[in-house]
Every structure is written in structure tokens, then in C-alpha cells.
């Protein structure tokens, strides 16, 4: 069974940088779609940023130029560098990853807190 433990959450304060870490265990089927979602305090989940199996890239406007998703020709790790961030960047981090080929999937990370200070 597929599984996704993120780590690397933090405090800092706002202008500074967190690198974000999603670990896969199990087996990643491609095409898949890897991304960070994240949930600020009392908001709904929003997108972050995607890639997928063949390094396509996508990002929410809010984070454009200043987060960048990368990972593993396996899947096995996607990172998240967030540079600049500032207070709204506050929330819990969520890894997920679907499937999009005839397998169909999808697993939630647990989620890491990342807080930024003004």
C-alpha cells in the first residue's frame, strides 16, 4: 500500500526559506501526479504547486517565483523549496499523489506545519 510521510516543516520568519520533503513508500504507478497542497487555519485546502511523471510542472500564482517543486525520476521524493516566504504562507503542507493512468490512486500525506512570523 502506497504511503507518503512528509517532513521538513518549520518556523522562520517571513523573507526566509523551508524545504519541503515527501517520502513514498510502496509502489508508484506511472503517469502519476505528485503536489503540494496546503490548508491555513481555518481556510480550505488549496493547490500549491504539481509535477508530474514526466516533469511537467504547475504552480498557484501566489507562489509563482518563489516556491519550485522537484522530485525523483521514481517518484519515491518530492520536495518543495519555498523561498520568501511570507506570513500568509503559514498552514499545514500536504504531499498527494494520483495516478492517471488505468490504475487509479490517490494518497494523502499526513501533513507538516510550516509557520511564518512576520
Known amino acids: 500500500q502506497e504511503r507518503l510521510t512528509e517532513s521538513g516543516g518549520g518556523s522562520v520568519r517571513a523573507g526566509e526559506s523551508l524545504r519541503l520533503s515527501c517520502a513514498a513508500s510502496?509502489?508508484?504507478?506511472?503517469?502519476?501526479?505528485m503536489g503540494w497542497y496546503r490548508q491555513p487555519p481555518g481556510e480550505q485546502r488549496e493547490l500549491v504547486a504539481t509535477i508530474d511523471s514526466v516533469g511537467g510542472e504547475t504552480y498557484a500564482d501566489s507562489v509563482k517565483g518563489r516556491f519550485t517543486i522537484s522530485g525523483d525520476s521514481d517518484g519515491k521524493t518530492v520536495y518543495l523549496q519555498m523561498n520568501n516566504l511570507r506570513a500568509e504562507g503559514t498552514a499545514v503542507y500536504y504531499c498527494n499523489v494520483k495516478g492517471r493512468g488505468f490504475i487509479s490512486y490517490e494518497v494523502w500525506g499526513q501533513g507538516t506545519q510550516s509557520t511564518v512570523s512576520a
Open positions: 510502496g509502489v508508484i504507478v506511472k503517469p502519476y501526479t
